[in-house]
């Protein structure tokens, strides 16, 4: 299978093709994928080099222009390198673009630390007015991808991973999914979290709901959840744990609830390993899953809530 960031040049080479105001903004990661849409747009494709806090810059000149931009790199140079531009050329100023990374949290483990990101959602989520997109499969990175070029001229941040659920899923880029039903608690599932997710709860009385994009959050969505499920809430993200807690917690604010937010962990991990080892590390492995939620939402789920 693809992955999906696999989808991002063809997708994005057929909207140049299609929109005259889209554009993409590359620093040199990518650009070989880009070659025959810049040979045909070569005013609308444009790489600055490794130059990451300029890769936003003229991004956000672009966007003065009347453009949609789209900018790729790997995560870490994306947002956490030209965080500053990021606010004000495009916070600031008022324009939009729509950011895709790649490399997600640690896709890429022997690049070590210098391009793992997992603290880049809770970064954006200090910002005001970003979209952000979280797909867990590449047909769901191609339809949110294509939301985010159409989205105006919102800020829209696009996370790809080489992580993936085996199936992809109908998204709209707005509400949370239901994927099964339960009695005794909901699990949020982000992303390519999923796959775990659906294997740790198996046999558990549990709601398990999936979710690609988490700003805005659905709040209405999390709270038609817990009426019939109850209001303890296990949130699963593939990148720094607890980024959307406070989200849930605001959603449930009126109603007794609690919250686990399991993710990425802050420590660093100083050895390179495999993505699968790296997932195991952080607890977000099946089995590590299952024994912290199960944990969590107690004996209620075993039971079908007797």
Do not use: C
């Amino acid at each position: 299978m693809d992955t999906m960031r696999d989808r991002l040049a063809p997708v994005v080479s057929r909207l140049l093709d299609e929109d005259p105001r889209v554009a993409v903004v590359l620093a040199e990661i990518g650009r070989d994928a880009f070659a025959a849409a810049q040979a045909r747009h070569p005013d609308r494709v444009i790489n600055v080099g490794i130059r990451e806090q300029l890769l936003v810059g003229a991004a956000a000149g672009l966007a003065l222009t009347g453009l949609r931009p789209v900018v790729h790199t790997f995560a870490s140079f994306l947002v956490e390198r030209p965080f500053e531009q990021i606010k004000l050329d495009l916070g600031h100023q008022d324009v939009g673009a729509v950011l895709v990374s790649a490399a997600a949290s640690f896709d890429w483990p022997a690049g070590g630390h210098t391009h793992m990101a997992p603290g880049d959602v809770a970064l954006l989520d200090t910002l005001d007015g970003w979209t952000i997109h979280v797909p867990g499969h590449p047909d769901e990175a191609e339809t949110l991808l294509r939301h985010a070029v159409a989205a105006g001229d919102d800020k829209v941040y696009v996370r790809l991973s080489v992580q993936s659920n085996r199936l992809g899923r109908p998204v709209d880029g707005l509400r949370l999914h239901t994927v099964r039903e339960g009695r005794a608690g909901v699990v949020l599932a982000v992303g390519p979290t999923l796959d775990a997710v659906l294997d740790a709860t198996e046999g558990l009385d549990t709601t398990v709901l999936y979710g690609t994009t988490v700003r805005p959050f659905d709040a209405a969505g999390l709270r038609r959840a817990t009426e019939a499920a109850g209001t303890d809430v296990v949130l699963v993200e593939p990148y720094l744990a607890g980024t959307s807690t406070a989200a849930v917690s605001e959603a449930l604010a009126d109603v007794p609830h609690r919250v686990l937010g399991l993710g990425v962990g802050r420590r660093e991990l100083r050895r390179y390993g495999t993505v699968e080892e790296h997932v195991t590390a952080h607890g977000l492995d099946a089995a590590s899953l299952r024994e912290r939620i199960g944990s969590f939402v107690g004996a209620a789920a075993a039971t079908g809530g007797r």
